[in-house]
């Protein structure tokens, strides 16, 4: 394992169908008043509101609503966001939701009491947090993107057309985070699947950098493994409580920092699924499934030694009489299949993106130098042509 580094992680986390309980004990670190944010009403739908609602009462809570925290949430509701957390001045911002309402509490809660533009500070000029910060908890109810025990916040700015993540550091991430697996039952199918290929983008984007032998991507075939697996049994019964909870913990430990220890880490798929979300609104995950096929085949013969091994230690891939690239390229094949049979979007085509947009896209997609490839932008456009 090559590089110096520190780890370690601050949120804690509860497990489990009982896990809610654990409010009780997380309530009284924090004051009185309390944002409870949450998106478009699926939490009142399927009763989770009323639960979360019954245990801050309980806690002598004065709860301030901060409901409609869309998909991709906006700027526009950030600085609404500001206000409300100010104007009330909340001691705990309760998130519960999926990455988006996480996310965009996080979000709040460094720019609540920022001087400045916090769009500009953070997300253009990725300058770190010098003012208070409210803390943030989290009851998660959509699985993927790791946001309950991340310093993540991405904010997409609909009239620039940037789609951007902030990448906070420990004192922003969730002080504690409640997971219960049950709680995901009620998620659409089309949510379901697009978590579940993020779960995959999130490990390969950590996996595909580097050529030392490094623990981490023991780890991450480990995790990746478990998620096929998984996975597979989840698209056909969403209600298996033991899938759907090994698919839960395997989305925390996927971006909780620990698998990018010692890694350069690549992140371009995540670029370009963030262009494409900048300029359609479209799920996140799917934005992910429509551009790895081809970006992955692209960068195949730049990683070859990690493809190959990717190949023969997640896929199964025999490599018996095989050159190496046609191993790496069975690998491939084998997750293209999988990725067909769980059902995520397979070209950007389906997600409204058409062949004039790809100047604009390849615009709105930031480089990075952590993989096997620098891209140059001729490769980018080309790499959204063939996802077309
Ligand atoms: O808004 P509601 O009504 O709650 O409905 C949501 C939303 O429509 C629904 N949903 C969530 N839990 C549900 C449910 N519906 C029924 N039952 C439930 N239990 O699902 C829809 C999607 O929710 P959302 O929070 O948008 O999904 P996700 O968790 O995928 O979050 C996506 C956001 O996270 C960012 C993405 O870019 C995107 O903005 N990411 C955050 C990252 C991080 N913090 O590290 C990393 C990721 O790569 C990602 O970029
Ligand atoms: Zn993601």
Not at 55 to 62: D, H, P, Q, V
Not at 195 to 209: K, N, P, R, V
Not at 224 to 233: A, C, E, P, V, W
Not at 305 to 312: G, I, N, P, S, T
Request: hydrophobic fraction near 40%; include cysteine; glycine fraction near 10%.
């Amino acid at each position: 394992m090559l590089g110096n580094f520190s780890y370690s992680n601050p949120t804690k986390l509860y497990f489990g169908e009982d896990s809610l309980r654990f409010l009780d004990e997380e309530l009284p670190k924090y004051g009185k008043n309390v944002m409870l944010t949450y998106g478009g009403g699926s939490i009142k739908k399927n009763g989770i509101y009323d639960q979360v609602v019954q245990i801050l009462k309980e806690n002598g809570k004065t709860i301030f609503e901060d409901p409609g925290v869309m998909p991709n949430p906006t700027v526009q509701k950030l600085y609404e966001g500001c206000r409300i957390a100010k104007e009330n001045q909340v001691d705990l911002i309760l998130a519960v939701g999926g990455g988006s309402t996480i996310d965009y509490a996080k979000a709040v809660s460094v720019s609540a009491y920022c001087d400045e533009d916090p769009w500009e500070k953070y997300y253009l000029r990725f300058e770190d947090v010098d003012n208070r910060i409210i803390p943030v908890g989290a009851v998660l109810t959509m699985v993927g993107t790791g946001s309950e025990m991340n310093g993540g916040a991405v904010i997409t700015n609909p009239d620039t057309k940037l789609k951007i993540g902030h990448v906070f550091g420990e004192n922003v991430f969730p002080k504690f985070a409640i997971l219960n697996p049950a709680f995901t039952y009620t998620i659409p199918q089309y949510q379901m699947t697009a978590g579940f290929f993020d779960i995959m983008s999130h490990i390969l984007e950590q996996y595909f950098s580097g050529e030392d032998d490094n623990t981490s991507d023991y780890i991450s075939e480990g995790l990746l493994r478990s998620l096929i697996h998984s996975t597979r049994i989840a698209v056909k019964n969403p209600r298996d409580y033991e899938a759907r909870s090994n698919i839960m913990w395997t989305a925390t430990w996927a971006l909780n920092t620990l698998i990018a220890q010692g890694k350069a880490t690549d992140w371009m798929v995540h670029m370009l699924g963030q262009a494409v979300g900048a300029h359609t609104n479209a799920t996140h995950g799917m934005t992910l499934s429509a551009v790895s096929m081809a970006y992955y085949r692209y960068i195949m013969k730049d990683g070859l030694e990690k493809f190959k091994r990717y190949a023969v230690n997640v896929w199964n891939v025999n490599p018996v009489g095989k050159t190496d690239e046609q191993i790496a390229a069975e690998g491939l094949d084998a997750m293209e299949a999988y990725m067909q049979s769980i059902g995520v979007v397979m070209h950007l085509k389906e997600l409204g993106v058409t062949e004039e947009m790809i100047p604009g896209l390849v615009e709105s997609t930031l480089v990075m130098k952590g993989g096997y490839r620098v891209l140059e932008k001729e490769e980018i456009a080309e790499i959204f042509r063939r996802s077309l």
